[in-house]
């Protein structure tokens, strides 16, 4: 099972992103840009975000979603309870990836 398959398949509100923090499938997650929306079912204001960091205890990954779900950009082994560089590394990988140009037409 993949560390996305617990993500729903669309962008994620900020209290989904406040939830998953609670879950023990993660250690941290962090959105890495948000925007505002309006929720389908209810037409209620909403932040969502496409684009996370997930820390496990073993390993933190960079994810994007894009029109067919949710996309692992980068992802970094950790060993030991320092995950500063692991979760730069995402979050520049992200930012790459969310960015039109060269390098993200080339990761896709």
Same mark, same amino acid.
Not at 38 to 65: I, Q
């Given at each position: 099972?993949? =560390?996305?398959?617990?993500?729903?398949?669309?962008?994620?509100?900020?209290?989904?992103?406040? =939830?998953?923090?609670?879950?023990?499938?993660?250690?941290?997650?962090?959105?890495?840009?948000?925007?505002?929306? &309006?929720? =389908?079912?209810?037409?209620?204001?909403?932040?969502?975000?496409?684009?996370?960091?997930? =820390?496990?205890?073993?390993?933190?990954?960079?994810?994007?979603?894009?029109?067919?779900?949710?996309?692992?950009?980068?992802? &970094?082994?950790?060993?030991?309870?320092?995950?500063?560089?692991?979760?730069?590394?995402?979050?520049?990988?992200?930012?790459?990836?969310?960015?039109?140009?060269?390098?993200?037409?080339?990761?896709?």
């Amino acid at each position: 099972m993949s =560390a996305l398959s617990s993500l729903p398949d669309r962008p994620l509100t900020t209290d989904e992103v406040a =939830a998953l923090n609670d879950a023990d499938a993660f250690d941290l997650v962090v959105p890495v840009e948000r925007e505002e929306a &309006v929720r =389908a079912e209810d037409n209620e204001p909403v932040v969502v975000t496409e684009s996370l960091v997930l =820390a496990a205890s073993s390993w933190v990954k960079g994810a994007v979603h894009e029109d067919d779900g949710w996309r692992v950009v980068e992802s &970094v082994g950790v060993e030991g309870e320092d995950r500063t560089e692991a979760m730069m590394a995402c979050e520049a990988a992200v930012e790459d990836a969310l960015k039109p140009g060269e390098r993200a037409d080339e990761a896709r």
